[in-house]
Nanobody
Framework: QVQLVESGGGLVQAGGSLRLSCAAS????????MGWFRQAPGKEREFVAS????????YYVDIMKGRFTISRDNAKNTVYLQMNSLKPEDTAVYYC??????????????????WGQGTQVTVSS
């Protein structure tokens, strides 16, 4: 059974930084692409970034490109999201997710079959 546990959220002032972590277990981590999504109050869950199994292909939402960086450490079964220059509109619950199938990556929510419980990120102005 796949388990994904996020950590690293919190309250930060605008312009600040946070690094989210997601520890995975249950399947061979290095076989699967991973992603980060977020959901703000009253809004739908949206894609943030994804990374393929080896870490050499990454996708981002354009508006976050340059501020957010996704990375992974396959030896630690962990994926990260480094968030810099945070804005109040980045406030949301952030979720990590693992793709259903090995060997691919995606931006599509439906391609991700396993989800963490989420970690709250609040950016104050």
């Amino acid at each position: 059974q796949v388990q994904l546990v996020e950590s690293g959220g919190g309250l930060v002032q605008a312009g600040g930084s946070l690094r989210l972590s997601c520890a995975a277990s249950g399947r061979t981590f290095s076989n699967y692409g991973m992603g980060w999504f977020r959901q703000a109050p009253g809004k739908e869950r949206e894609f943030v970034a994804s990374i393929n199994s080896s870490g050499n292909t990454r996708y981002y939402v354009d508006i976050m490109k340059g501020r957010f960086t996704i990375s992974r450490d396959n030896a630690k079964n962990t994926v990260y999201l480094q968030m810099n220059s945070l804005k109040p509109e980045d406030t949301a619950v952030y979720y990590c997710a693992q793709l259903r199938r090995p060997g691919v990556t995606s931006r599509q929510t439906d391609d991700f079959g396993f989800w963490g419980q989420g970690t709250q990120v609040t950016v104050s102005s």
